[in-house]
């Protein structure tokens, strides 16, 4: 643990502070699902060019990924969190007040394109002031409460819509980002001092993304967590299909989908945060993954049971997959960093720009495809992670020891 770094508030605090800048993306996203029927008639639009609201925020996100990290390297951590946490504010304000989807597109791109700066530097800065299981253990907490997001933001989303229009979602969003603002300009301590910072050039922070990218122990690390949350992320970008549609409910039903996913996260990011320093990190990963593609099977079969009900049986095996999914996280994300000690901030933009990618491609496209049926969504969820489970297996065999982290 590095002592140049500034003094630190309590632990309880700091975690918060972290987790509520991953929660971001989640609330970004998850918020509006109950309002597309009522965006739908108001902007005059379809629920497929609705769909976009979710990937084009992606894709903005994962293209901007690619400079957060670096820049934090560069700069520090903690501006380029308050720049970014600014601009987001200014940016659901401008949601709020948009006149047609177009507007509404153009705001969603610039939420998309400052989120990731909280989210994908939190991730830096829990290496930069932990160590060892410790790391983990914190990782694990902060994923707990991440986790929360996904299951309460459809549910907060819903019961915004009874105070007010669509609007009071995005107004809402602008309160939540400049609390963050002043949560991390009054208590959070800058974590990379200026001695072991990468100069401001562009040289630099491209090289230092290349690296990171040629790297095929980087690689590997990369695919196997993005296709970790691959199946998970198709069931929640498909949220309003298959709540409405596949299960035949309205637009405050959506905790139906979202505390069995989520329930399973929360519990395993509990898993791995208790079990961190007494099981080796990578036999808790590869547990995760036998976890999930055991849950993924049975969740197959029920799919494939012969005029069953949708409830309870296409979300009853939920939680199971999840929870093999969350004891993964933080072991593959702290991987990732650990190779990269002098590239925290590059790795974990690496990371998140292939995430996010794939993330876009399932949103726009993907999971509308996927959702017409419960079967397609338990085949993808299924496959997704035995591809995954394969990458990680392999990384066991081939990758280098990660350099000592500072």
């Known amino acids: 643990m590095r002592s140049t770094v500034e003094r630190r508030p309590p632990q309880s605090l700091l975690i918060a502070i972290l987790a509520g800048l991953g929660m971001v993306g989640p609330f970004s996203i998850d918020t509006i699902f109950p309002a597309f029927q009522q965006m739908g008639a108001a902007l005059g639009v379809s629920a497929l060019a609705l769909q976009q609201l979710v990937s084009v925020y992606l894709i903005s996100f994962a293209v901007m990924s690619l400079i957060h990290g670096p820049l934090s390297d560069a700069l520090g951590r903690k501006p380029v969190i308050l720049v970014g946490g600014a601009v987001f504010t200014l940016a659901s304000v401008g949601c709020a007040l948009a006149p047609s989807l177009g507007w509404l597109l153009v705001g969603r791109a610039i939420q998309g394109a400052s989120a990731g700066a909280g989210q994908i530097i939190s991730r830096a800065m829990v290496r930069d002031l932990f160590t060892g299981s410790l790391a983990q253990r914190v990782m694990s907490q902060i994923a707990m409460i991440f986790g929360l997001a996904p299951a309460l933001a459809p549910i907060v989303g819903g019961w915004l819509l009874l105070a007010g229009d669509w609007r009071i979602i995005f107004w809402s969003l602008a309160g939540y980002g400049l609390l963050l603002v002043l949560l991390v300009a009054l208590f959070l301590p800058e974590t990379h001092p200026p001695e072991v910072r990468t100069p401001l050039r562009l040289r630099p922070l491209v090289g230092g993304m290349a690296t990171v990218w040629r790297d095929p122990d980087g690689r590997r690390l990369v695919f196997a967590g993005m296709l970790n ?15 409405v549609n ?19 996260m929360i519990a395993g990011s509990w898993v791995a945060g208790r079990l961190a320093g007494r099981v080796p990190g990578t036999r808790l990963a590869t547990w995760g993954y036998r976890i999930s593609v055991a849950g993924g099977v049975v969740n197959l079969a029920l799919a494939l049971l012969p005029h069953a009900d949708p409830l309870p049986w296409a979300v009853v095996v939920l939680p199971v ?4 999914v969350a004891i993964a996280f933080p072991i593959l994300t702290l991987a990732m960093l650990d190779l990269f000690p002098d590239r925290r901030g590059a790795a974990s933009s690496v990371q998140s720009f292939v995430q996010l990618t794939l993330n876009a491609v399932i949103a726009g496209a993907w999971a509308p495809f996927m959702a017409q049926s419960l079967l397609g969504l338990a085949v993808n969820a299924l496959v997704v992670t035995l591809v995954a489970w394969v990458l990680w297996a392999r990384h066991l065999r081939v990758a280098r020891p990660a350099p000592e982290a500072r």
Request: proline share 5%.
């Open 229 to 243: 949350f691959a199946g998970m992320f198709t069931y929640i970008s498909s949220a309003p299909l298959f709540v």
């Open 246 to 264: 596949l299960l035949g409910k309205g637009e405050r039903d959506f905790w139906l989908l979202f505390v069995p996913l989520i329930s399973g």
């Open 321 to 324: 997959y999840t929870l093999g």
